[in-house]
């Protein structure tokens, strides 16, 4: 997912821009507000962690803009404004969270998934299928070629993350994100296991292949065959 930092102090804009990135996060910069404001408008972000005082053109105006431009995406501000009223402004003006300064990073981590899963797309339909392999959500049930496949709950997580996002590399910072709800530790290999328990299931005694490596990357779901496994 595509967060814009709005954020005028080097060292916390360096910081927020590494620890979501390291959180699975896509992170753009901003470091003014004429720069913020630009980016708000013009581009496409799942969320934006926007402060109030920066120069150029303040956090109140960035909102503004937006929300009169009917743009919707959701506004986390983070800011030294502590006072009530602030945060009274902020939320009427259409923020959808306010956070005040100093703050713990754990904080504006659990804050971003909040707000990201409030205003994600609810799910359309019911089954999801590639090939001849089927995922029902409502009955939490899994089949290939007709045949019943037990998953736990992590593996059945795993797998619909895969079929949502079909034909596209997930790295592992991304699967622990999504799948784990943590940040991707190297040392571990708790990404890799899963990956070989779901393939072991639905990929072993089945053809095609589903599941690939893609070598330093990440995994794909897809039905083509893929030259880097």
Not at 136 to 165: D, T
Request: proline share 3%.
């Amino acid at each position: 997912m595509r967060l814009l930092v709005v954020e005028d102090e080097q060292k916390t804009a360096d910081y927020l821009r590494q620890g979501l990135s390291e959180s699975g996060f896509q992170v753009s910069l901003a470091r003014n507000g004429l720069d913020g404001h630009h980016l708000a408008m013009t581009e496409s972000f799942d969320l934006i962690i926007l402060d109030v005082m920066l120069p150029d053109v303040d956090g109140w105006r960035i909102l503004q803009s937006m929300r009169e431009a009917a743009n919707s995406t959701p506004v986390l501000f983070l800011t030294a404004r502590d006072s009530v009223d602030d945060r009274v402004k902020g939320l009427e003006l259409g923020a959808d969270d306010y956070l005040i300064k100093p703050f713990a990073f754990v904080e504006v981590l659990a804050r971003v998934r909040s707000l990201l899963r409030r205003t994600q797309t609810p799910v359309s339909h019911d089954e999801m299928q590639v090939a001849d392999l089927e995922l029902n959500l409502l009955k939490r049930r899994v089949s290939r070629a007709g045949k019943r496949i037990n998953l736990s709950h992590k593996e059945f997580c795993l797998l619909e993350l895969l079929l949502r996002r079909k034909g596209e590399v997930l790295p592992r910072s991304i699967i622990a994100s999504q799948v784990w709800d943590m940040n991707f530790d190297s040392d571990t290999n708790v990404i890799d296991v899963a990956i070989r328990r779901l393939r072991s299931k639905i990929d072993d005694e089945f053809e095609p292949k589903l599941i690939h490596t893609v070598r330093g990357m990440g995994y794909k779901l897809d039905v083509e065959p893929d030259n880097e496994l």
